[in-house]
């Protein structure tokens, strides 16, 4: 449905092919779609549809040259359901017994290589001899190739390389020779809030790389609802930031699309709590890419995350757990607009998908002195906002803010402040430094409680630095319910107070 609304909309040269055998794996098309023809549901697209006879080769090919010289003189989406049928199961498992006996019978009349095969013949094109022949050379070629298929050795278990697969290696590109990661930013500086720098970053990208899209609701000349992208319009065209229809999924597909094609995208959900629509695309596409075929996946997800703002159970779920759980993504966090700007820019540097989440109670309330240059900070590696003896406070995003509100509430103990920024991956050698230097550690996030990303953290701290431990680890994170809207709710399903409850109870332990 998105991908067909969206090439629609764009007006893309896109043949959308439908082989309708009838069946899902058991299920017939009757009871799964109350129309005779699936090609009727294009006029709801806006785009012309045909059905056709699928096991007619001559039919299929007529109509498929056809659609394909006309779309690429006048671009425009075309929906061919081609009619056919299935002899076995879905999968050999399933077999064929919840098929009717009849359509085999009707079917098997149809069958589209003895049909073209006789017509052939009928015309005097091919002779039965030229047939035999023919078959005899195609299982001579089917036998030779099932021999090198199965003179290959099972593959060797190596974790390094298994591991290794998982995630494309940065490397430069030949076309910007003087690319180099983790920049180091030049002294001028300015002030920016959080939004700023996010858009700043995004503004540099674009200029950097001429390839580089954004796509997402209302991006375009409406600036984005939180008005990042305000202005891009006029800078880059409507080309390279592209108003998109509500179709998280395909948005994200097109992305890896043009990732395909060696381009960058930087794709908005316009909340985090929208990005459910996209999940798949993500989770099994964008992340498995590089492990499945070596391909990388150079797209950036933008996600306004966090509550604070009154927004409600669908505007202000801090999901970063759901990815957090994923290899072959990464996600960053950052909690200022000095590593908003750093990390954005290492995202899209990266060839790998990266999750950038931005508090959205952090746009325009906080802001500080940011390079003016372009810069990358690396992305996996933490920040220590102050060294403290007492209580380590692991955290990440608006926690990093809660926790130094709570380091001047209780002045007479020193706190050790570690900013994850980066989530996946997570810096375990900072982590471990702060457990060696305090002994009392509270992991902190926003996200409710359990399955968080405390839980992994505070898991590996019990494996990896038990013998430095003065008490237990301590997590504190959002009630397990869902958002609230009113106010009084929301402070409440909020971690913040907690937080200095768990701190009173850790120095006295």
Not at 331 to 343: E, F, Q, T
Request: hydrophobic fraction near 40%; charge should be negative.
């Amino acid at each position: 449905h998105e991908a067909l609304n969206t090439a629609a909309v764009w007006k893309l040269p896109v043949i959308f092919l439908i082989e309708n055998n009838g069946y899902g794996l058991s299920t017939p098309s009757s009871q799964q779609f109350a129309c005779e023809k699936l090609s009727d549901k294009a006029i709801g697209y806006g785009m012309k549809g045909v059905t056709i006879d699928g096991n007619n080769i001559l039919e299929v090919h007529r109509t498929i040259s056809a659609f394909a010289k006309k779309i690429r003189q006048n671009p425009e989406p075309v929906l061919i359901e081609c009619n056919t049928f299935r002899m076995r199961g879905h999968e050999e498992a399933s077999g064929t017994k919840y098929v009717p006996e009849a359509l085999f019978e009707k079917w098997s009349l149809k069958d589209p290589l003895e049909n073209y095969q006789t017509y052939l013949e009928n015309e005097g094109l091919i002779t039965p001899e030229k047939v035999a022949e023919l078959k005899k050379e195609f299982l001579a070629e089917i036998d030779k190739n099932l021999e090198i298929a199965f003179a290959e050795p099972i593959p060797e278990a190596t974790l390094a390389e298994e591991l290794g697969d998982v995630y494309a290696p940065f490397i430069p590109e030949k076309k910007s020779p003087t690319l180099e990661y983790n920049v180091a930013p030049t002294a001028e500086t300015k002030e920016l809030r959080l939004i700023d720098a996010c858009r700043e970053a995004l503004f540099l990208a674009m200029e950097k790389w001429p390839e580089l899209t954004i796509m997402g609701q209302d991006v375009a000349d409406y600036g984005g609802v939180f008005k990042v992208t305000e202005g891009f319009v006029d800078a880059f065209g409507t080309e390279r930031v592209r108003n998109t229809t509500l179709c998280e999924s395909a948005i994200i597909g097109i992305g890896l699309g043009l990732s395909l094609k060696s381009m960058k995208a930087v794709v908005e959900m316009q909340f985090a709590d929208f990005v459910t629509c996209g999940f798949n695309q993500i989770v099994n596409n964008l992340a498995k890419i590089h492990y499945r075929w070596g391909q990388n996946a150079d797209v950036v997800i933008r996600m306004p995350t966090g509550a604070g703002v009154g927004a409600g159970p669908f505007h202000s779920q801090s999901n970063e757990a759901w990815f957090f759980h994923t290899p072959g993504l990464k996600v960053v966090y950052p909690s200022n607009p000095h590593d908003a700007k750093g990390l954005m820019l290492s995202a899209i540097e990266d060839p790998n998908p990266v999750m950038v989440f931005e508090h959205k109670a952090l746009y325009r309330s906080i802001s500080a002195e940011v390079p003016t240059s372009y810069y990358t900070i690396p992305i996996g590696k933490a920040a220590n906002i102050s060294q403290g003896d007492d209580i380590s406070i692991i955290t990440y995003g608006m926690g990093v803010h809660w926790a130094k509100e709570a380091a001047q509430q209780f002045s007479n103990s020193s706190f050790d402040i570690v900013d994850l920024r980066s989530l996946l991956p997570w810096d375990e050698d900072a982590v471990l430094a702060s457990v060696k230097r305090t002994g009392k550690v509270i992991i902190l996030h926003e996200d409710t409680l359990t399955g968080g990303v405390g839980a992994e953290i505070a898991s590996w701290i019990s494996e990896h630095a038990f013998e430095w431990l003065d008490a237990p680890v301590v997590r504190v994170g959002a009630l397990d319910t869902p958002v609230p809207f009113v106010s009084s709710l929301e402070k409440q399903f909020l971690p913040k107070e907690r937080l200095f409850k768990a701190i009173d109870r850790l120095i006295t332990y």
